[in-house]
């Protein structure tokens, strides 16, 4: 449906220091933890809720709850690292995991494990944190709509404008929550001027 780019002082601040070559993997976990909660915040806004009561300690109060569950779908192995701030923010969110691996030489994408939960009914937040060519995405959509799943929320922390384009050509419905909309992408098909290879920095690899 569209691209968000978050203006969020916070969301500009954490993505500083995610882009510093200089940041270690302990403080890119934690920067990374900040902007993901900020986006799922952000990517949730719009959901529907229903009224309820509750009882507070003094008195029975109108109160809301959201109507229908969630679905985080970390594409591995950098969204297993983007996952938690999510399972932490939403109580009723079940996970589903796609694999997909990146040919360095042709920047194409290799499925190579597929594990998906129910999804008719629930809101499926796409986690991937870089956006470069799209392949990736728009393959792991693909298995979301054979899996049933419908209104696909894409939460990434960088995104390339090749990349956002390929996605919405091919999946117009999807929404993209970003922190960022970066210049494009250079030779290798890494985004520039990106922020690195986030799994190497997140999980501290070579």
């Known amino acids: ?44 806004a719009d959901l529907t809720t229903s009224p309820i009561t ?20 970390p594409v591995l192995r950098a969204g297993l690292g983007i996952l938690s701030p999510v399972l932490e923010l939403f109580s009723r969110v079940s996970v589903g995991y796609i694999g997909l691996e990146r040919d360095e030489k042709t920047a194409l994408a290799r499925i190579y494990y597929n594990k998906l939960p129910s999804l008719g009914g629930k809101t499926p937040l796409l986690l991937d944190p870089m956006l470069a060519t799209g392949g990736s995405a728009v393959q792991a959509v693909e298995l979301i709509k054979a899996a049933g799943g419908e209104g696909t ?54």
Do not use: W
């Open 153 to 206: 929320r894409m939460i990434c922390v960088v995104a390339a404008p090749e990349g956002v384009q390929a996605l919405l050509r091919q999946h117009p419905e999807v929404d993209i929550y970003t922190a960022a909309l970066d210049e494009g992408l250079n030779d290798k098909a890494f985004i520039l001027p990106g922020l690195g290879d986030f799994g190497d920095r997140l999980f501290g690899t070579p």
């Open 54 to 73: 509750v009882r507070t300690p003094l008195a029975e109060t109108a109160a809301a709850r959201i109507d229908h569950e969630l679905v985080a779908i």
């Open 1 to 44: 449906m569209s691209l968000h780019v978050s203006r969020h002082p916070l969301v500009m601040d954490c993505l500083a220091g995610l882009r510093a070559v200089e940041t270690r993997s302990d403080e890119f976990r934690g920067l990374a933890r900040k902007v993901i909660t900020l986006l799922a915040y952000e990517a949730t």
